[in-house]
C-alpha cells in the first residue's frame, strides 16, 4: 500500500507553469529527500500536499482514495502535518503550551473549562522522551536550542497522530550538534512508520537519513532513487542541470 | 555518519542547565521588582509624610487608581496581543454620557414604576456604547487588517467628538429615582473599602484566572508570541482580536461609569489624556508592547504606582505639571531597568 500518490500533478499561476506532470509515491514509514534549487518547484508541491492550494491538474490520492484539500485544515484531518521552516513557534509560551497550541486539553468546572496543565506537560514530556528529546514541557521556548525547537515543532506533528510528516528545511541555520539532533528525530519519526519528506539544500542531511531522493528542476522531476544508487555529485548535477535526469 | 546516533539518548537533562526558581517565572519579571519598588516608595513617603497613612489618604489613592487600574486591565489584554488601544480614554467619556443622559430620559417615565429598570437600562446602554466602539475597533483590525495604533487613534478623536457632540459640551448628571442606588454602586463604600477599589481586585482575578487557564487566555498570549503561528494551528485569531477589543472598550466603559458616580456629572471632557496613563501604567507593570508578555498584576501594581507618586508629589507641595515630567520618566526608566536586566541575565 502507498501512503501518498501524486498522480501527474501540474500547476499553473497565470501564464507560469510552476509544475509539469509530477508523479510521485511515499511509501509508510519512508524518509525522502526533495530537492532542488530555489524555483525549482520544490516549494509547490509541498504546499499542494499540505492543502495551502489544490493543483491544477492531476490526482492526489492519499491512503489510496482521492483526495481534495481545499485548506491546510483538511491535510491535517487526514494525517499531514508540515514543519514550518520558522517552525511556527510562540517563542513567549512553554513547549507543552506551543505543543497543545489550538487543542488544549481542558477540564470542565461547572459550566467553565479550564486548561490541564497537568495531563498537557506529563503528554509532552512523553513525546519528548519518545523523541529522546532533552527538552521540559515546562520550559519557555524562547530559551530553547535550534534542536529543542524542532522537537517542539515534531511534538506537535506526533502529538496529532500524523502519518506524513513534510519538513522544510529544518537543518537551515542551525548547530552541527542541533543538525545531528534533528536527523536522530527523523529517525525516531522513521521507526514509529511515520513517513517523512525532507525538504533541504543539504547534501549530507539527505545522504545520512533519506531512502531515497528526489530532484526537482524546473517544475518536473527529473530523478527519484535510492540514496544508495545515487551520490551527492550526481545530484548537484541534477539540481543544476550538468545532468538531464537519472 | 555513526556518531550522528550517539547524540542524544539521555533524558537526565545533564547538560541541559536550568534557571534557579528566583531568576524564573514572576520572580524574575518586571511586574515583580516594579512591585518592590512600589513597596519601597510607600515606605519612604510613610516615613516623610504622616499625612500618607492616613485613612484619607489611603481611600483616595485607592479610588484614583481603580478607575485608572480597571482600564489598564482591558488594555492589558489588547497589549498582550501585540496590538494597542487609544481609545480607552474617549471611550470612558462617551459611556459615562450615554449612561447620564439615558438616566435623564427615563426620569418621570413608566419605566421607573418598575425598581432597578431604569437604573439597570441605563447601565447597559453605557456599556452597549462601549461595547459597540470596541467591536468597531476590533472588526477594522482583525478583518480589514489595519494598524491598531491608527485605528484606535481615529477612534480616539470619533469617540470624544461624539461625545461633545450629543452633549453640546455641557456636563450630565444622572438624575431619576434610582440615582441613589447608582451612586452606592458605583461611588460607594463596602467594610470602608471604595467599591471601585473591589471591582477592580474582582476583575483582576477573573482576568488572572481567565489568562493562564482558559484556551482564550492561552491563544491571547499565543497571538502576541507568534501571530503565524497561531493561525497555523487553526486559532480563530480574527475572533480573539475583536474579543480583546471589546473586552478593553467593555472596561473603559465600566471605568467611565464609575467615574460617573465619583464626579456626580460626565462631562464631555471626562478622562481627556487617560489613554496614555493607562498604557503608561501597564507598561510600568510589565507588558510589552511588542505584545506577548503581560498580565493582571502588572496591570494594577503600574497603576498603583504612578497614583502613589502622583500622591506622594501633591504631599510633598509639589507642583502638579512636575507630576506629568516625572510620570514619563518612570516609563523610560522600569524599561529601561527590564533592558539592562535581561542583558545581564542573557550574558
Known amino acids: ?246 | 555518519m555513526n556518531d550522528i546516533t550517539q547524540a542524544s539518548g539521555a533524558s537526565d537533562f545533564s547538560n541541559v542547565g536550568r534557571a534557579p526558581w528566583w531568576r524564573r517565572g514572576f520572580f524574575a519579571s518586571q511586574t515583580a521588582y516594579v512591585a518592590v519598588a512600589l513597596v519601597v516608595i510607600m515606605v519612604v513617603m510613610s516615613v516623610l509624610s504622616s499625612a500618607f497613612l492616613s485613612a484619607g489618604n489611603l481611600a483616595n489613592v485607592a479610588k484614583n487608581f481603580s478607575f485608572v487600574g480597571i482600564v489598564t486591565l482591558g488594555i492589558t489584554l489588547v497589549i498582550v496581543t501585540g496590538g494597542i488601544d487609544l481609545s480607552v480614554g474617549s471611550t470612558m467619556a462617551l459611556s459615562a454620557i450615554v449612561c447620564a443622559i439615558v438616566m435623564q430620559r427615563l426620569a418621570g417615565t413608566a419605566v421607573e414604576g418598575i425598581p432597578l429598570l431604569a437604573m439597570t437600562l441605563s447601565l447597559l446602554s453605557g456599556l452597549g456604547a462601549a461595547l459597540l466602539i470596541g467591536l468597531a475597533n476590533g472588526l477594522l483590525i482583525a478583518k480589514l487588517g489595519l494598524s491598531p495604533f491608527v485605528t484606535t487613534l481615529g477612534m480616539l478623536s470619533i469617540v470624544r467628538g461624539l461625545a461633545y457632540a450629543v452633549t453640546e459640551g455641557r456636563g450630565q448628571a444622572p438624575t431619576g429615582s434610582d440615582v441613589d442606588l447608582f451612586y452606592a454602586l458605583t461611588d460607594g463604600n463596602l467594610g470602608g473599602v471604595p467599591v471601585a477599589v473591589i471591582y477592580l481586585l474582582v476583575l483582576a482575578v477573573i482576568m488572572g484566572v481567565v489568562l493562564h487557564h482558559t484556551a482564550f487566555g492561552r491563544h491571547v498570549f499565543a497571538l502576541g508570541g507568534n501571530e503565524k503561528a497561531a493561525a497555523l494551528t487553526g486559532i480563530a485569531v480574527d475572533r480573539v482580536k475583536i474579543a480583546v477589543y471589546v473586552l478593553s472598550a467593555l472596561s473603559a466603559g465600566f471605568a467611565g461609569i464609575l467615574m460617573v458616580g465619583w464626579l456626580g456629572s460626565a462631562p464631555a471632557n471626562l478622562a481627556t489624556g487617560y489613554e496614555l496613563t493607562i498604557i503608561a501604567a501597564a507598561v510600568i507593570g510589565g507588558a510589552n508592547l511588542t505584545g506577548g508578555v503581560g498580565g493582571p498584576a502588572g496591570a494594577v501594581i503600574g497603576a498603583l504606582l504612578i497614583e502613589v507618586i502622583r500622591n506622594g508629589l501633591v504631599l510633598a507641595g509639589i507642583n502638579a505639571y512636575w507630576q506629568i515630567v516625572l510620570v514619563g520618566g518612570i516609563i523610560i526608566l522600569a524599561v529601561l531597568v527590564d533592558r539592562v536586566r535581561t542583558l545581564r541575565i542573557a550574558s
Open chain 1, 1 to 246: 500500500m502507498s501512503l501518498l500518490v501524486l498522480d501527474n500533478i501540474g500547476k499553473e499561476f497565470g501564464a507560469i507553469r510552476a509544475l509539469s506532470n509530477v508523479n510521485l509515491t511515499i511509501r509508510p514509514g519512508e524518509v525522502v529527500g526533495l530537492m532542488g534549487d530555489n524555483g525549482a518547484g520544490k516549494s509547490t508541491l509541498v504546499k499542494i500536499i499540505a492543502g495551502n492550494f489544490p493543483p491544477s491538474h492531476g490526482r492526489v490520492l492519499f491512503e489510496d482514495k482521492e483526495v481534495h484539500f481545499a485548506k491546510p485544515v483538511d491535510a491535517r484531518a487526514v494525517g499531514i502535518e508540515v514543519v514550518y521552516q520558522d517552525l511556527a513557534l510562540a517563542d513567549n509560551l512553554t513547549a507543552a503550551a506551543n505543543v497543545f497550541l489550538g487543542r488544549e486539553l481542558k477540564r470542565k468546572v461547572g459550566p467553565f473549562s479550564f486548561l490541564d496543565h497537568a495531563a498537557m506537560n506529563r503528554r509532552t514530556g512523553e513525546l519528548f522522551r519518545e523523541l529522546k528529546s532533552e527538552t521540559r514541557p515546562d520550559d519557555v521556548v524562547r530559551a530553547m536550542s535550534g534542536g529543542q525547537r524542532q522537537a517542539v515543532a515534531i511534538a506537535r506533528t506526533r502529538l496529532a497522530r500524523a502519518k506524513l510528516i513534510l519538513m522544510d528545511e529544518p537543518t537551515a541555520a542551525i548547530s552541527v550538534r542541533q543538525v545531528a539532533e534533528v536527523l536522530d528525530l527523523i529517525r525516531r519519526l522513521r521507526d514509529a512508520g511515520i513517513a517523512v519528506i525532507l525538504i533541504s539544500h543539504r547534501m549530507p542531511d539527505v545522504f545520512s537519513v533519506c531512502e531515497r531522493v528526489v530532484v526537482m528542476r524546473r517544475g518536473t522531476k527529473v530523478a527519484d532513487k535510492p540514496v544508495s544508487q545515487s551520490s551527492p555529485e550526481e545530484v548537484t548535477a541534477l539540481i543544476t542541470g550538468a545532468k538531464e535526469a537519472a
